[in-house]
């Protein structure tokens, strides 16, 4: 086709028709990806000191298939006959054995003192209100709060549950890194494709602009200006 068969703005019109429907792709890639894999939300108290200060941001990915020791969970506190998620420390899991004896200066796991850099103030066993010894039952945790001494957590409710823990299968996500590999990669698909939206909507603005100067341009010097008559 010659030059005078091309469409004014074609190339720009279908570079924008890919790159609005590219960045639709990586828009939703990343908002629904972030939406159902990962959830945000704030801390609203004190009780995960100093890892999570209260108003803090916190990001769970929702797609575990484990849960370890260490791990901070989100959870639904069900188990300890209470109506709302919660978040806590994984200390011990199915199998463990995790006991204190007053004036320890750790709690023990499995026989050997507990290591937990986390706490607040370097304090493990604040808060503590006396001995115990639970030996953790298969497909269940025994999860503790890094702020010792505010903490209403498994060390509390071995009333409401076996040894005051709570079942895997109530675990809804762990806590992850702002450098985590997926939660890096749903913020940069949702970033790219907000900007891969806007150049789709620049250049289809931009081959519109110049479909409508090549139709102006088309118009006989004669005509111009002139409304056809009525029924033309």
Request: aromatic share 6%; charged share 20%.
């Given at each position: 086709?010659?030059?005078?068969?091309?469409?004014?703005?074609r190339?720009?019109?279908?570079?924008?028709?890919?790159?609005l429907?590219?960045?639709?792709?990586?828009?939703?890639?990343?908002?629904?990806?972030?939406?159902?894999?990962?959830?945000?939300?704030?801390m609203p108290s004190?009780?995960?000191?100093?890892?999570?200060?209260?108003?803090?941001?916190?990001?769970?990915?929702?797609?575990?298939?484990?849960v370890?020791?260490?791990?901070?969970?989100?959870?639904?506190?069900s188990a300890?006959?209470?109506?709302?998620?919660?978040?806590?420390?994984?200390?011990?899991?199915?199998?463990?054995?995790?006991?204190?004896s007053?004036?320890?200066?750790?709690?023990?796991?499995?026989?050997?003192?507990?290591?937990?850099?986390?706490?607040?103030?370097?304090?493990?066993?604040?808060g503590?209100?006396?001995?115990?010894?639970?030996?953790?039952?298969?497909?269940?945790?025994?999860?503790?709060?890094?702020?010792?001494?505010?903490?209403?957590?498994s060390?509390?409710?071995?009333?409401?549950?076996?040894?005051?823990?709570?079942?895997?299968?109530d675990?809804?996500?762990?806590?992850?890194?702002?450098?985590?590999?997926?939660l890096?990669g749903?913020r940069?698909?949702a970033?790219?494709?907000?900007?891969?939206?806007?150049?789709?909507?620049?250049?289809?603005?931009?081959?519109?602009?110049?479909?409508?100067?090549?139709?102006?341009?088309?118009?006989?010097?004669?005509?111009?200006?002139?409304?056809?008559?009525?029924?033309?």
């Open positions: 086709m010659g030059q005078q068969g091309r469409v004014p703005g190339r720009l019109g279908l570079a924008s028709v890919t790159l429907v590219l960045g639709a792709l990586l828009g939703s890639v990343g908002g629904l990806g972030g939406y159902f894999f990962m959830t945000t939300k704030v004190s009780h995960m000191e100093p890892t999570l200060p209260t108003r803090s941001s916190m990001v769970f990915n929702l797609l575990i298939t484990k370890n020791r260490g791990d901070v969970v989100l959870f639904d506190a300890w006959g209470e109506r709302h998620q919660s978040v806590e420390r994984v200390v011990a899991v199915g199998g463990d054995r995790i006991a204190y007053p004036g320890d200066r750790t709690l023990t796991l499995n026989g050997k003192p507990l290591d937990e850099p986390y706490v607040l103030n370097g304090d493990p066993v604040a503590s209100p006396g001995a115990f010894s639970v030996k953790v039952p298969e497909g269940r945790l025994f999860v503790l709060g890094d702020h010792r001494g505010n903490s209403a957590d060390r509390f409710r071995f009333g409401a549950a076996e040894g005051g823990t709570v079942p895997v299968s675990v809804a996500g762990a806590l992850v890194e702002e450098d985590d590999p997926l890096v749903l940069t698909a970033l790219v494709g907000g900007a891969v939206l806007a150049a789709g909507a620049l250049s289809g603005a931009a081959a519109l602009r110049l479909r409508r100067r090549a139709a102006a341009d088309s118009v006989h010097p004669a005509y111009a200006g002139l409304v056809p008559p009525p029924g033309d």
